[in-house]
């Protein structure tokens, strides 16, 4: 199983978007459940959303539900992140995991 890498982080501002992309080099996100977590500055680890290996469920931390959406295309093995509404206190590295297996992070910096 090969290491997840994240893309799409970046500095923007309050109530703007981003798309977070998580790309697998295999089809490990075609039998596994693959989830988003973020790390704030000084803070634990946190789950934000999970996507079943079907696409059929979803499960999204309460401080999350109704503006991020997660989503995968199994044609490019990749996992997104649709962040809408974006907060201040969403401001933290975002990684993807899949089957126990981490990526490096991406970046969000949302300013007030």
């Known amino acids: 199983q090969v290491q997840p890498v994240e893309s799409g982080g970046g500095l923007v501002q309050a109530g703007a978007s981003l798309r977070l992309s998580c790309t697998a080099s295999?089809?490990?996100?075609?039998?596994?459940?693959v989830a988003w977590f973020r790390q704030a500055p000084g803070k634990d680890r946190e789950f934000v959303a999970r996507?079943?290996?079907?696409?059929?469920?979803?499960w999204y931390a309460e401080p999350v539900k109704g503006r991020f959406t997660i989503s995968k295309d199994n044609a490019k093995n990749t996992i997104y992140l649709q962040m809408n509404s974006l907060k201040p206190e969403d401001t933290a590295d975002y990684y993807c995991?899949?089957?126990?297996?981490w990526g490096q992070g991406t970046t969000v910096t949302v300013s007030s």
């Open positions: 995991e899949a089957g126990g297996i």
């Open positions: 295999d089809r490990t996100f075609s039998w596994n459940n």
């Open positions: 996507i079943s290996w079907s696409g059929q469920n979803t």
